[in-house]
């Protein structure tokens, strides 16, 4: 029986929507108050559990938006082992602001990243700082359900693999809120689609969602750069950069991410994989799992003459990084990553152009 078609935790859902839907209603009649700010501030969220892409697409939305504008990102930090505010600095560990964050350190040290579950203690932060490092546009990551700060601007993502009208709300299905939810958006992006989806295949989903005239609609797709070598992230020399592994190597396919599918058929694709060690999303390794690790890699290297390595996720990455002195020389000397992006199919240039609206519009705030 699948989740969906359970009573028990049908009933669940019952529950769990008629909260949330009370819970909507106070925000939308105003009885619990959406604070306002007098700057752009763009919102990246989902509706559902599990990985919907918003890392990649928050670093899309840096690329197209940094040259013009100083950014600030906020973020809860996930699995992070301190509390209350943290404004990142390049020094700062996985463990203290979580591994989404600390990859956007790494990539982007130029973009003031505060981590927070209380996103409006980081705004009055951001907005008290001097007027010269005050952002000029905040991206809110994972900010949809969090209601209390008010969004200038609102981007949905929807796999799409997994349509809301296919789904139906926790626990019996992956749905965070009611698909009506959506409506909310000023954008939407269906994620994950296949490079060569068909328009016929888009204006289908399109209508499945039966969105409001005002509510744009885009399609992305994951990109995969070239592997590097583990080493790279911790600013070993150049040696260890590493160039693109030849075809057809013998891999591990290493992964703590939500939905390993597409990383493990990419790599399919492009090497002999002869193991897949899949772990929990967001995972915190440990010593026990690193030793489990090196014990299968040593293993498969004795089943074959071939050179065997290891493929990890870029969000794996910087959380193995700071543990390479608990594995062996050897394996981390085998042990790459697969950094990825996201393309915007189709129609970047409206997709570009609306992001260039959205942060230099007149923010609410001050359209009173």
């Known amino acids: 029986m699948q989740r969906r078609d359970n009573p028990i935790l049908k009933l669940c859902s019952l ?92 990539k982007y040290p130029e973009v003031r990243l505060i981590v927070d579950g209380d996103r409006r203690r980081a705004m009055r932060y951001l907005m008290a700082l001097p007027e010269a490092e005050r952002p000029e546009v905040v991206l809110l990551d994972d900010g949809f359900q969090h209601r209390y700060v008010h ?27 009611p698909a009506s939810a959506r409506y909310r958006a000023d954008c939407i992006i269906m994620t994950k689609c296949p490079e060569d989806m068909s328009p016929i295949q888009m204006r ?13 609609i885009f399609f992305s797709h994951i990109c995969y750069h070239r592997p590097h070598r583990l080493r790279s992230l911790a600013g070993a020399a150049s040696s260890h950069r590493g160039g693109e592994l030849p075809d057809g190597v013998r891999l591990v396919a290493l992964s703590g991410i939500a939905a390993p599918q597409s990383f493990h058929s990419y790599l399919e694709s492009k090497y002999r994989l002869v193991e897949r060690l899949v772990y929990p999303d967001h995972h915190s390794y440990r010593s026990r799992d690193l030793a489990a690790i090196a014990q299968r890699y040593e293993a498969l290297r004795a089943e074959s003459p071939d050179p065997l390595y290891l493929m990890t996720t870029e969000k794996d990455a910087v959380r193995l990084v700071e543990l390479q002195d608990e594995l062996p020389a050897e394996l981390v000397d085998h042990l790459y990553y697969l950094p990825i992006r996201t393309e915007i199919l189709y129609q970047r240039e409206a997709f570009e152009q609306m992001l260039q609206r959205a942060a230099s519009a007149l923010p609410p705030a001050l359209r009173r």
């Open 15 to 106: 529950v769990y929507g008629a909260g949330v839907s009370l819970r909507n209603y106070l925000f939308n009649s105003g009885l619990l108050r959406e604070h306002h700010y007098d700057i752009p501030l763009i919102c990246v969220g989902n509706i559902t559990v599990g990985g919907t892409g918003k890392t990649p697409h928050i670093e899309l939305i840096i690329e197209l938006l940094r040259p013009s504008y100083r950014l600030a990102v906020i973020s809860r930090g996930y699995k992070r082992s301190s509390r209350g505010l943290q404004d990142v600095t390049p020094g700062a560990s996985v463990q203290q602001i979580g591994d989404e964050p600390k990859q956007l350190s790494l």
């Open 204 to 216: 289908i989903m399109q209508r499945n969602l039966a969105l409001y005239p005002h509510q744009q």
């Open 151 to 177: 969004p200038s601007f609102s981007i949905l993502l929807i796999d799409a693999s997994r349509e809301l009208h296919e789904d139906a709300l926790l626990p019996a299905g992956n749905l965070r809120e």
